[in-house]
């Protein structure tokens, strides 16, 4: 008789606390894994980036658009250097990044000079993909008149990723992506005459 009323209330338990448990897990946080590396990618393509709203599409060059990501950032400093480090997407950023605008190969060597310096301790520091960048894109203007987080330096108001673009009338990769934060722009553009700045990151992995 114990061994029955015993089975029965650890039945019971059992079909009350599996649901909160299931509750738990379904709500339990997960990280959104943008694409790391660099590629060619289209127009068609950035603009099925997944995560993104477009606003406005901008003819034959972008689109006006912010990411639907909610960020978790923290603030930190390391080694007296300033990062800004996503928990959602395990990225780490350059709080600010490069002081002055140039050109999308002066920006590559720039950030092996940054890895040379060991910006906060690290060396693989790199341009973002086109996806990581747009992530930083708020729904509206947060910091001063940028759609961007208060964490991050207004100074860096357009800048520049590692992604490529093929210019359909030389078929040559003479088009580089961006992205502005004062417009809220995806935009390509010029590799040659055009001029950004660059906000360097690496995926976050502690010590």
Not at 3 to 12: D, E, F, N, P, Q
Not at 69 to 88: G, Q, R, T
Not at 90 to 118: F, T
């Amino acid at each position: 008789m114990k061994h029955s009323l015993l089975l029965h209330i650890l039945i019971i338990s059992f079909v009350l606390l599996s649901p909160i448990s299931i509750h738990s897990a379904e709500n339990k946080e997960q990280k959104i894994n943008l694409r790391p590396y660099c590629k060619i990618v289209t127009l068609s393509e950035a603009e099925e980036i997944t995560d993104i709203i477009i606003r406005e599409k901008k003819f034959n060059q972008g689109f006006f658009g912010h990411s639907t990501i909610k960020h978790n950032y923290e603030e930190d400093i390391i080694e007296d250097d300033k990062v800004i480090i996503d928990h959602a997407t395990g990225l780490m950023w350059h709080q600010s990044g490069s002081s002055v605008n140039m050109s999308w190969k002066r920006a590559k060597k720039w950030v092996i000079e940054l890895n040379e310096k060991g910006y906060a301790g690290f060396a693989n520091w790199r341009l973002p993909t086109l996806e990581e960048a747009v992530s930083l894109l708020e729904p509206g203007a947060k910091n001063g008149n940028q759609f961007i987080d208060p964490a991050f330096d207004t100074t860096q108001s357009s800048v520049w990723t590692c992604d490529s673009n093929i210019s359909s009338s030389s078929l040559s990769l003479d088009r580089a992506w961006s992205v502005n934060f004062i417009y809220s722009l995806v935009s390509r553009n010029d590799i040659m005459t055009e001029r950004k700045k660059i906000r360097p990151v690496r995926v976050y992995s502690s010590k």
